[in-house]
């Protein structure tokens, strides 16, 4: 048994000294070490860029939510204006062709005055012209709905009886 042991002893030495290098194994020690320390590093850093990525994302979803509220709001200002612009474009096609109408009319108006100044020029300058007669009661000029109506007295034209005009009266 003490054989036994001592060939144990030996085939443990044996396998122990047909290992890897302690420097070798050591170096591969510490590549290890300094690769989970730059796993950790790695991992932190992505953990930072992670929030601040989600903290720039939730900014910008804000910005986003209220960009969308201004804009709707803006499309309501923007329907509004159109429904206005609607309202007053057939309220000036209104107006417009109410105004062609009015100077339609104007126009007429103001050939109708024309041509009623003519007249009223016309009517006292036979006034004038019968003035004298006027004064003498032998005839009398009135205007009745537009119209000059001259009365004349019964023997101003004719005399009694006869069918020829005066001399007198020719002149007229």
């Given at each position: 048994m003490k054989r036994l042991m001592k060939l144990w002893?030996?085939?443990?030495?044996v396998l122990a000294s047909c290992g890897i290098p302690?420097?070798?194994?050591?170096?591969?020690?510490?590549?290890l070490e300094n690769m989970k320390q730059e796993l950790a590093a790695t991992q932190q850093a992505k953990t930072d860029s992670e929030t601040e990525l989600n903290a720039k994302?939730?900014?910008?979803?804000?910005?986003?939510?209220?960009?969308?509220?201004?804009?709707?709001?803006?499309?309501?200002?923007?329907?509004?204006?159109?429904?206005?612009l609607s309202m007053f474009q057939s309220k000036t096609g209104g107006l417009e062709k109410a105004l062609a109408a009015t100077k339609v009319?104007?126009?007429?108006l103001r050939k109708a005055k024309v041509l009623q100044e003519k007249r009223l020029a016309?009517?006292?300058?036979?006034?004038?012209?019968?003035?004298?007669m006027v004064k003498t009661g032998k005839l009398q000029v009135k205007v009745r709905n537009g119209n000059m109506v001259i009365?004349?007295?019964?023997?101003i034209l004719f005399d009694t009886g006869k069918t020829d005009v005066k001399r007198t009266a020719k002149r007229l």
């Amino acid at each position: 048994m003490k054989r036994l042991m001592k060939l144990w002893l030996v085939g443990a030495l044996v396998l122990a000294s047909c290992g890897i290098p302690e420097e070798q194994h050591n170096k591969v020690v510490q590549d290890l070490e300094n690769m989970k320390q730059e796993l950790a590093a790695t991992q932190q850093a992505k953990t930072d860029s992670e929030t601040e990525l989600n903290a720039k994302i939730d900014e910008l979803e804000a910005k986003i939510a209220a960009l969308e509220a201004e804009k709707a709001d803006l499309e309501g200002q923007l329907n509004n204006a159109n429904a206005e612009l609607s309202m007053f474009q057939s309220k000036t096609g209104g107006l417009e062709k109410a105004l062609a109408a009015t100077k339609v009319e104007l126009d007429e108006l103001r050939k109708a005055k024309v041509l009623q100044e003519k007249r009223l020029a016309e009517y006292r300058k036979l006034t004038e012209q019968l003035a004298s007669m006027v004064k003498t009661g032998k005839l009398q000029v009135k205007v009745r709905n537009g119209n000059m109506v001259i009365q004349l007295a019964n023997n101003i034209l004719f005399d009694t009886g006869k069918t020829d005009v005066k001399r007198t009266a020719k002149r007229l």
